[in-house]
């Protein structure tokens, strides 16, 4: 079984890397292969609306997404990290989501089991984790595990013990899902 963590905050060493790669963790201990991978450093431009994925299923855009597809794809679980930037995802996290149009309509990620963190430096948390939960929904995926957690300057999640610890339980709760989810 394998799990992606996906951070999607420009900022380098930030709260929410921290957070993602502390639910990795938890996923890592429960007996899941896992992998970090940072939309952030990748080059991905956003969707054109061209359209032509409603007839290929495939993206034409040719950028760094492609990479991600394919770990999207191989992965069992697809935990998906964002601080907070005006009640939503960050923009990153947002191109990479409205980039997976193509596996909208042939359910590409049906049955695989999403997981979120979320990091805020004070609102904003609820709105965020929501709009997750409903594009996993949206993706015919179950949630399996999800984190939110407060923190301002760089580094202060680690003093935000509760989600620190929700973190490790997020990741083991999407090996369980995953597990519950296989016949």
């Known amino acids: 079984m394998k799990i992606i963590g996906i951070i999607g905050s420009p900022r380098n060493n930030s709260n929410t890397e921290i957070l993602v790669k502390k639910a990795m963790e938890g996923a890592g201990e429960a007996g899941a292969e896992i992998e970090i991978i940072d939309i952030t450093q990748q080059s991905i431009n956003p ?5 032509l994925c409603l007839d290929t299923s495939e993206c ?4 760094d997404m492609h990479y991600t597809y394919a770990k999207l794809l191989e992965a069992d679980g697809i935990l998906i990290g964002t601080p907070v930037y005006f ?8 191109i990479m989501i409205d980039r997976t149009y193509p596996f ?13 963190a979320v990091v805020a430096r004070r609102a904003g948390c609820g709105n965020t984790y929501s709009f997750l939960v ?3 929904t949206l993706m015919r995926m ?3 595990g999800g984190v939110i957690g407060y923190a301002d300057q760089p580094g202060d999640i680690t003093k935000d013990t509760e989600a620190m610890t929700q973190a490790k339980a997020a990741g083991r709760a999407m090996v369980k899902a995953i597990e519950k989810a296989k016949p």
């Open 47 to 51: 969707c054109n609306g061209c359209a």
């Open 60 to 63: 034409v855009i040719s950028d």
């Open 87 to 94: 009640w939503n995802v960050s923009s990153q996290v947002k």
């Open 104 to 116: 909208m309509w042939n359910r590409k990620l049906r049955g695989k089991v999403g997981g979120i």
């Open 134 to 136: 409903d594009y996993f």
């Open 142 to 144: 179950t949630i399996g």
